[in-house]
């Protein structure tokens, strides 16, 4: 990898085998690599994270530890979760409760970090999902581009497999 590589880590997808936002997800991480960045992605149906227990900080699972220390070496992250009940899916936001382990650290968080916000919906309303990501991105200090990526209605853009169609 030459120095000036940018690493763009990509977090999201649903616990779901067919996952339209993971496919959302990997198009945009596609485009990141087609731009020259490395990127690496963590899949949310593939991680198996455990539910975020603040009892557990002295000894993280390791599947916690590598997607904490991945998103903090990142120049820049992709973010996407499908739209449940107007919020963002469980299973994304437990994912990013486990950057709680990045909280010591110097600087702490993903402070000044990029992060671009992709969701994917039923209807129209992706957006909502979008909304709560961003409290989250300053919450953890980063930054939150400007241009975000609402994904609806999905069932037309995806196939029932969840591959992009569009």
């Known amino acids: ?12 997808g649903s616990v779901a085998p067919a996952s339209k936002s993971r496919s959302a997800l990997w198009a945009a991480l596609e485009g990141a690599h087609e731009a020259g960045a490395q ?7 593939q991680m198996n994270l455990p539910l975020f227990n603040p009892t557990t ?14 998103a903090y070496s990142a ?5 996407c979760s499908p739209m449940y009940h107007g919020t963002i899916s469980g299973a ?5 409760d486990w950057l709680y382990l990045l909280g010591d650290r110097n600087p702490p968080y ?5 992060i671009g916000l992709i969701s994917t919906a039923g209807g ?9 990501m961003e409290f989250s991105v300053r919450s953890l200090r980063a930054w939150a581009v400007p241009l975000v990526v609402p994904v609806g209605p999905a069932s037309r853009l995806f196939d029932n497999e969840g591959n992009l169609q569009d």
């Open 1 to 12: 990898m030459a120095a000036n590589t940018i690493r763009v880590v990509g977090i999201g």
């Open 39 to 45: 990127i690496l992605l963590f899949d949310l149906h």
């Open 57 to 70: 900080l002295q000894e993280p699972p390791a599947s916690a530890v590598r997607l904490a220390e991945a």
């Open 75 to 79: 120049d820049g992250l992709l973010w």
């Open 92 to 96: 994304f936001k437990n994912a990013l």
């Open 110 to 114: 993903l402070a000044d970090k990029p």
């Open 124 to 132: 129209t309303q992706a957006l909502q999902a979008v909304n709560t």
